[in-house]
């Protein structure tokens, strides 16, 4: 696997792009001026980040440099520092003992049960062994496709039939989990039911039951968000983290034609960090997250743009 830039690379063309050729134009070397400063904010805005995060950024601008020169590197350098400052790090997570258990969330095909995967993957390459339950009971393709990805990775997996109580599931593959010296379990889940209060119902209920076990459990809830979805994202992740407090979030699809720039909207909304982020459908596309990479990505130096 390249490195992380690399690997993001295409899903932050769009707002790349977007992005360095408004400050070509916009910050051309002159006086910073008042309208400078909107047309920035407005390319901010249309390259995905966020409008809160475009005013911050153009405040700052304003605060240090308005009415004298300023050139594009300075300009850029200043944005990539207030970008940094508003993006939380990556969590580096240690993982429980004697069982590290994720819980993974997320809409329909956001990458749940992809991510699911490659991390499991990740994991039992480190020599770990590791258990997925089957808790998106909803979808009977669904647990046949965690079924698929568990022997891809080589890990083991607790799954009942379609339909059944996928806060059973969950309880179930602990106990199994724990029964067989695992050393991790990832929790897949249901990403649509029959309306959303159900779902975040059926969520706040998995929860509960690993709680019984444990009141430290789980010990990550991983909200999964398809980099494509743009500003919508920041509605999606305020709606769960009502209702399933979340530790941090994976941004998938970063490969395609995404709108990468809406990470820093995300990230920055209610400062959840972004733990991974997927770049492909195979199983080693899965990164962790770099903010730097990210940024310096977002806002390239003028020889790459
Ligand atoms: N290109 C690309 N496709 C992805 C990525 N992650 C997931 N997918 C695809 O997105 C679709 C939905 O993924 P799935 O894991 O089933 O989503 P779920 O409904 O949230 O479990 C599948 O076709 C995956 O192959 C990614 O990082 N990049
Ligand atoms: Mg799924």
Same mark, same amino acid.
Request: include cysteine; aromatic fraction near 4%.
């Given at each position: 696997?390249?490195?992380?830039?690399?690997?993001?690379?295409?899903?932050?063309?769009?707002?790349?792009?977007?992005?360095?050729?408004?400050?070509?134009?916009?910050?051309?070397?002159?006086?910073? =001026?008042?309208?400078? $400063?909107?047309?920035?904010?407005?390319?901010?805005?249309?390259?995905?980040?966020?409008?809160?995060?475009?005013?911050? /950024?153009?405040?700052?601008?304003?605060?240090?440099?308005?009415?004298?020169?300023?050139?594009?590197?300075?300009?850029?350098?200043?944005?990539?520092?207030?970008?940094?400052?508003?993006?939380?790090?990556?969590?580096?997570?240690?993982?429980?003992?004697?069982?590290?258990?994720?819980?993974?969330?997320?809409?329909?095909?956001?990458?749940?049960?992809?991510?699911?995967?490659?991390?499991?993957?990740?994991?039992?390459?480190?020599?770990?062994?590791?258990?997925?339950?089957?808790?998106? =009971?909803?979808?009977?393709?669904?647990?046949?496709?965690?079924?698929?990805?568990?022997?891809?990775?080589?890990?083991?997996?607790?799954?009942?039939?379609?339909?059944?109580?996928?806060?059973?599931?969950?309880?179930?593959?602990?106990?199994?989990?724990?029964?067989?010296?695992?050393?991790?379990? $990832?929790?897949?889940?249901?990403?649509?039911?029959?309306?959303?209060?159900?779902? /975040?119902?059926?969520?706040?209920?998995?929860?509960?039951?690993?709680?019984?076990?444990?009141?430290?459990?789980?010990?990550?809830? $991983?909200?999964?968000?398809?980099?494509?979805?743009?500003?919508?994202?920041?509605?999606?992740?305020?709606?769960?983290?009502?209702?399933?407090?979340?530790?941090?979030?994976?941004?998938?699809?970063?490969?395609?034609?995404?709108?990468?720039?809406?990470?820093?909207?995300?990230?920055?909304?209610?400062?959840?960090?972004?733990?991974?982020?997927?770049?492909?459908?195979?199983?080693?596309?899965?990164?962790?997250?770099?903010?730097?990479?990210?940024?310096?990505?977002?806002?390239?130096?003028?020889?790459?743009?």
């Amino acid at each position: 696997m390249a490195g992380f830039l690399s690997a993001i690379r295409d899903g932050l063309k769009k707002s790349r792009d977007a992005l360095s050729r408004e400050l070509k134009m916009v910050l051309g070397g002159g006086t910073l =001026t008042e309208e400078m $400063l909107e047309e920035l904010e407005e390319s901010l805005i249309r390259a995905d980040v966020g409008v809160g995060p475009a005013l911050k /950024m153009s405040d700052a601008l304003r605060d240090r440099a308005l009415g004298r020169p300023i050139d594009r590197k300075e300009a850029r350098a200043l944005l990539v520092e207030v970008a940094s400052e508003m993006l939380p790090d990556r969590r580096e997570v240690e993982l429980a003992k004697p069982l590290h258990v994720v819980l993974v969330v997320g809409v329909n095909g956001a990458g749940k049960t992809t991510t699911i995967g490659k991390l499991a993957k990740r994991y039992v390459e480190r020599g770990l062994k590791t258990m997925l339950a089957a808790g998106d =009971t909803f979808r009977a393709a669904a647990i046949e496709q965690l079924d698929e990805w568990a022997k891809r990775a080589g890990a083991d997996i607790v799954k009942h039939h379609l339909g059944s109580d996928s806060a059973a599931v969950a309880f179930d593959a602990y106990n199994a989990a724990v029964a067989r010296g695992c050393d991790v379990l $990832l929790v897949d889940t249901a990403g649509r039911l029959h309306n959303k209060a159900n779902l /975040m119902e059926e969520l706040a209920k998995i929860a509960r039951i690993l709680r019984k076990n444990d009141p430290s459990l789980p010990h990550e809830t $991983l909200l999964v968000v398809d980099g494509a979805t743009g500003q919508n994202a920041v509605a999606q992740i305020k709606s769960f983290n009502r209702d399933v407090p979340l530790t941090g979030l994976v941004v998938t699809k970063l490969d395609g034609s995404s709108r990468g720039g809406a990470v820093l909207a995300m990230a920055h909304e209610l400062g959840l960090p972004i733990q991974w982020v997927g770049v492909g459908e195979g199983i080693d596309d899965l990164v962790p997250f770099s903010k730097k990479e990210y940024v310096e990505g977002l806002f390239p130096a003028e020889d790459e743009a």
